[in-house]
């Protein structure tokens, strides 16, 4: 987040509660304690992919579709690969396209919110004109749509589901700034001269994390799978990058030969997706905000 | 309120018409030559000449993009770049019935499967059956749906070859025909959605539970179930219906890609492959209808939430 | 060997075949043996490969015995497969751009003539033919007594009909087959008269056979008026054997006997259901469940057709296919810039840009691509010419061409050109199809482990790579061609400077030939396609295939197969069987 200073005063109470909110909810809640261990280690497979992987994710050789086994744990694919580095090396994609876009789609997103939300007017209304378009299709339709014109490859997806969770963002931060922007703490600000800018990213900002936290926890596991149906569809990252919904996608034409091939790499999606769930599900309870949006 | 739904619909018409621009621009500023696709290898320089002064693409974009919304206008969508050019129309036609087919079966899947799943978990609330329905629920929510897919293709069509792997039988050729045909894409694309349903009306059971006409009833010896059926069910179902927007658009999300697990030419496919073969004006045709789909699928969702929930007003 | 004694007499049809002179406008026959009711055997062969249309693999399904039809009995329902395909976009003959669609439509419609599978030239709806002694006008007598399918009566208009919608070049895509086709009369209204520019041996045989024509494929007036050209592709009215009875787009196409059918031998089934079937798990689990019993369409994937043999209820029947794929190689990218390749070899040899060329064609482990890429179902190919092409196929090109598989030899040229084990040469791009992406990796990782180079695979839409190999915007591309029965197609349509497929759409003030252009080879295509001698032609094919290989027109990667699958309570005679046909009329259940 940006200019989330500590010095500041008037908001590192708000900011200490915010981050120990969010402890105490993982802390007391069993599934999300399960999700953060899942997503760790997760993690520290995606960072450590090289030394993890037993194998070349891209070696070829004769031993093709040969099941699982000491030599392979998860099996070969179809072209004689190891399985099991193939999933390692596709969770770097995986993570790093989720939290990628998020954080995007957040950081645009929240500042076009709250610009919005802030002056109000014209800029207000193009603004959410925008936001209203997308507004009215699916995050992934519009993923769709937008790969479709750029064409495919890693910057181009990251783009496309970027933009397609912009108005979320945008949402969340400008209902924030129309409630928080009456305050009188506000008024007060104005009057000493503050400027805009200030008021409204060390003011108002520091104020509507919650719910905006809560949005990204929701975003992250939507954009992973995006990602994944993009990849499975034949629209994503590139050919030749293993990336888990690609390995599904190519295994397809083999499973009744190799069950291994439709079974884990979809297995390692849901997987993260899950903890991602658990965690936010704390999340969300910790801010007590019911969001149903998807 | 007519003042308030005749914005809407104008509002509405705004965004298709916005969409459908953004995309027929779009669409021409990428590389791509739909000819030489229509061609293959069996065209003449004569032939590529005249096909493209037959299609306008020797005309500005521009001219091209009214002429498109004129006979828009007309009811008219054009044709397909392929084949025996079939009207867009007719295209779209024939394809949306499989994707409503498919969105509905996934929708009564979901709400068979809800219903029962909701119910227990709110009335045996923190009981072992509540912690089983809640971690399917959210295995059913982190489930990617072409996975889903895949597995019960495994499973039911390649190994106990009990339904077909692919394809879509129309109702003319038989009910059973027809539903055996959607049965294993329905379960794929409704597990997701009814993981959302279950938790919702868990929750809101759970609030309607609490409420004091159900001490009441629960004074006068009513039994658990028919407590439950009869008084918190209807009020419970309420804020589920909010849900529904977001319903059309995960079974339509879904559609896309498992209709492409299945081979099944419904709208999301008619989408990707006019994409995939830059066939403009399919795309163009199936935007606009997937657009109007969803914005009108909106407005009657926030419509019919006004109506129940006498809150909301319409200024 | 009896196998033996066929090939023989195959070879020595084929050689009789090809003795005439090409300067002959009747190619050495009689004014009588052209024309009739029924071309025989000998006269087709000579038609077709004056018309480049004749190889020892289509001679041979006919010599062999036909196995008698032991219990195939007239009736029944077929269900079929047709692989490959989410949807049979047209069954009209004037867009038919695809092979799967037209396999349908000649069940579905009748030409003037068709070929049986000892490729004797049948009239189809031509009841018999004269041709004048100067080779350029055909007088046809039509067959009286025919209906389409809709009951409209067959006559001479609905032969100028026809021929009026495909020569005209907005309504069909195959207004090229009949651009020779100076006039078409109405002498009466069972007989026309077709008067050519110049002398066509195929004309018979190409333009007007009803499967590989397509432009002389009859049509309903009628039913065209009625339903529209949309409706029409879907469910064209026709008068062959079988009349759709219901298709609609992404569906099955369904084929109902025709009782009025002017042979009434024929058709066999009752009914046929033909259901598109994309991907090769739906494919194999369909036929295993007996859900189809006959498998037409697209080639089947090669990781089936081992599990296919061993059911024991399943017939696998496996033929040379006619085709090649390469890698195409842009001479105008710097790294493997050849900008001239009328030199000496050994000239050519020392030049950089060659020899990333050689050293990428050397590095192809083509017995390693077919048994990872194409489960073991493929032959090495090194050149153009196929070896369904038989007599013309070289089979000593695979020892004797520069870019025979010599890892060492290709390691060695990479150095030379200054790229030692790979180092310094750029990432590069491999554009695949979407279908051939898997191929393509197995490609990559070939030249990334012998030469160690980076290559990247670059699927992309049909649309989109053809557009950008005529264009010459590629680095490299995995491509080739199917259906090459003739020296003439992969020769004449692949390897020469004016080939249809070399650059077509290039900036010619840029690049002033596409992937390749070399005057010696060129002069050899030019001269086979005109010499009448079997043998000499032969030495000029040979020879072009040489000089293309050696100078590395594009890495050659493998020929591939055609396989036919079916149910064995389905009979397939050998009059069924012809190469890339699928004559569901002759088909019937046991």
């Known amino acids: ?294 | 309120m007519f003042g308030y739904i005749t914005r809407r619909i104008l509002g509405a018409l705004l965004v298709m018409i916005a969409v459908s621009t953004l995309v027929f621009f779009m669409l021409r500023l990428v590389p791509g030559d739909p000819i030489a696709a229509m061609l293959a290898d069996a065209g003449s320089d004569e032939a590529r000449e005249a096909l493209t002064k037959k299609f306008g693409f020797d005309q500005p974009v521009i001219i091209q993009y009214f002429k498109w919304i004129w006979n828009l206008l007309q009811g008219d969508l054009g044709a397909s770049l392929y084949g025996s050019n079939q009207k867009v129309t007719s295209i779209l036609a024939e394809a949306l019935p499989r994707t409503l087919s498919l969105a509905c079966l996934s929708f009564f899947i979901a709400i068979a499967i809800a219903l029962p799943a909701g119910i227990i978990s709110a009335v045996k609330k923190n009981t072992t059956a509540d912690h089983t329905v809640s971690i399917f629920a959210f295995l059913g929510l982190s489930m990617p749906d072409f996975w889903l897919a895949i597995l019960l293709i495994i499973v039911f069509a390649a190994n106990l070859q009990w339904l077909p792997a692919i394809g879509y039988a129309p109702l003319s050729s038989g009910f059973w025909e027809w539903l055996r045909h959607l049965i294993l894409p329905s379960i794929a694309i409704g597990t997701g959605f009814s993981a959302i349903i279950a938790r919702m009306l868990r929750s809101s059971l759970l609030g309607e539970l609490k409420s004091d006409y159900m001490r009441t009833a629960a004074a006068k010896g009513l039994s658990d179930t028919s407590m439950v059926v009869v008084h918190a069910l209807p009020n419970a179902m309420l804020p589920v219906i909010t849900v529904l927007g977001i319903a059309i658009a995960l079974l339509f999300s879904g559609a896309v890609v498992v209709e492409n697990v299945f081979s099944i030419k419904g709208l999301g496919r008619v989408l990707i492959q006019g994409i995939l073969n830059r066939d403009y004006p399919v795309v163009q045709g199936a935007v606009l209808l997937i657009s109007a789909f969803f914005v009108f699928a909106n407005l009657i969702v926030d419509l019919l939430y006004a109506v129940i929930d006498p809150r909301v007003r319409y200024d | 060997m009896k196998n033996d004694k066929l090939i023989k007499k195959a070879q020595n049809e084929l050689k009789e075949a090809y003795d005439f002179d090409h300067r002959d406008p009747l190619f050495g026959l009689t004014k009588e043996e052209i024309s009739g009711e029924r071309l025989s055997r000998r006269t087709t062969l000579r038609l077709m490969a004056a018309g480049g249309a004749l190889t020892l693999a289509n001679i041979l399904p006919g010599l062999r015995p036909t196995a008698a039809i032991a219990g195939g009995h007239g009736g029944g329902e077929l269900k079929c497969a047709w692989s490959g395909v989410g949807e049979i976009v047209t069954l009209d003959p004037a867009k038919i751009n695809q092979v799967l669609q037209f396999q349908i439509a000649s069940n579905v419609l009748s030409g003037l003539m068709h070929i049986d599978n000892s490729l004797v030239a049948q009239g189809d709806l031509a009841e018999s033919w004269t041709v004048s002694s100067d080779g350029l006008s055909y007088t046809i007598k039509l067959r009286e007594g025919v209906t389409f399918h809709n009951g409209d009566n067959f006559n001479a208009d609905d032969v100028l009909f026809t021929f009026n919608r495909s020569k005209d070049p907005e309504q069909s895509i195959h207004s090229r087959v009949i651009a020779n086709v100076n006039e078409l009369q109405k002498l009466n209204d069972y007989e026309v008269k077709f008067t050519l520019k110049k002398p066509q041996a195929s004309f018979l045989t190409k333009a007007l056979e009803r499967a590989s024509g397509r432009a002389m494929t009859i049509v309903s007036r009628g039913a065209l008026e009625s339903m529209g050209e949309a409706q029409y592709g879907l469910t064209p009215v026709g008068t062959g054997p079988y009349k759709v009875i219901e298709h609609k787009q992404g569906g099955s196409v369904i084929l109902e006997r025709f009782a009025e059918y002017y042979d009434p031998g024929r058709p066999k089934l009752d009914k046929i259901t033909i259901t598109p079937v994309d991907g090769a798990e739906p494919l194999a689990a369909a036929l295993e469940a007996g859900d189809v019993q006959y498998v037409g369409g697209n080639p089947i994937p090669s990781q089936l057709i081992d599990r296919f043999k061993s059911n024991p209820d399943l017939r696998v029947d496996i033929k040379p296919g006619p085709g090649f794929q390469s890698i195409w190689l842009n001479p105008w990218r710097d790294y493997m810039r050849v900008e001239n390749f009328d030199k000496p070899l050994e000239e050519l040899k020392k030049e950089k840009g060659f020899q990333v060329r050689l050293a990428i064609a050397k590095a192809l482990d083509r017995d390693l691509f077919i048994e990872q890429a194409k489960f073991g179902n493929g032959y090495p190919a090194h050149g153009s010419i196929n070896p369904a092409m038989g007599f013309y196929f070289d089979e000593n090109l695979a020892n004797t061409s520069e870019q025979a598989y010599d890892p060492e030899g290709a390691r060695e040229l990479l150095a030379q050109a200054g790229y030692p084990g790979g180092k310094g040469f750029p990432k590069i791009k491999l554009q695949t199809t979407p279908n051939t992406k898997r191929d393509g990796l197995v490609v990559a990782n070939i030249l990334k482990q012998v030469l160690g180079i980076n290559v990247i695979v670059d699927p992309k839409d049909f649309s989109v790579g053809i557009e950008e190999f005529d264009t010459m915007d590629y680095d490299l591309r995995l491509g080739g061609s199917g259906g090459d029965y003739d020296p003439d197609d992969g020769l004449v349509d692949w390897m020469q400077t004016t080939s249809k497929f070399n650059g077509r759409k290039r900036d010619k003030s840029k690049y002033p030939f596409g992937f390749y252009s070399e005057a010696e080879s060129d002069a050899a295509a030019d001269a086979q396609s005109l010499v009448a001698d079997p043998q000499e032609r032969r030495e000029l094919v040979r020879k072009a295939n040489r000089i293309t290989s050696d100078k590395v027109t594009c890495g050659f990667l493998y020929h591939p197969v055609d396989v036919l699958v079916h149910h064995k309570s389905i009979q397939v005679p050998d009059e069924a069987r012809i190469p890339g046909l699928h004559e569901l009329d002759r088909i019937s259940l046991t």
């Open chain 1, 1 to 294: 987040m940006p200019h989330l200073s500590a010095k500041n005063d008037e908001h590192s109470s708000a900011n200490y509660s915010l981050m120990s909110r969010i402890y105490d909810a993982i802390r007391t809640n069993l599934k999300a304690k399960v999700g953060l261990i899942i997503l760790t280690i997760f993690l520290l497979v995606a960072i450590f992919a090289s030394l993890l992987a037993p194998y070349d994710p891209n070696e070829m050789s004769l031993d093709m579709m040969s099941e699982p086994s000491f030599q392979h744990l998860l099996g070969t694919d179809d072209l004689g690969r190891d399985l099991l580095s193939r999933i390692i090396w596709g969770t770097q994609v995986s993570l790093f396209v989720g939290f990628i876009t998020v954080a995007i789609s957040m950081i645009v997103g929240v500042f076009l919110g709250v610009w919005a939300g802030y002056y109000g007017g014209w800029i207000d209304m193009i603004i959410m004109r925008y936001i209203d378009l997308q507004w009215a299709f699916p995050n992934f339709i519009i993923a769709v749509y937008l790969v479709a014109v750029f064409g495919t490859g890693l910057l181009n997806i990251i783009i496309a589901i970027s933009l397609a969770f912009l108005d979320d963002f945008a949402r969340v931060a400008r209902s924030m700034v129309l409630t928080i922007k009456e305050q009188p703490y506000i008024e007060a600000a104005r009057v000493q001269g503050t400027s805009d800018f200030r008021i409204m990213f060390k003011h108002i900002l520091p104020n509507s994390v919650g719910p905006i936290i809560v949005q990204a926890s929701v975003s992250i596991s939507y954009a992973i799978l995006g990602e994944a149906s993009l990849s499975f569809l034949g629209l994503g990252v590139s050919a030749n990058t293993p990336t888990w919904g690609l390995i599904l996608a190519d295994g397809r034409s083999f499973i009744s030969q190799a069950w291994w091939l439709g079974v884990f790499p979809g297995l390692a999606i849901m997987l993260i997706v899950l903890s991602i769930n658990f965690i936010g599900d704390a999340v969300r309870d910790a801010f007590d905000i019911r969001h149903t949006e998807i």
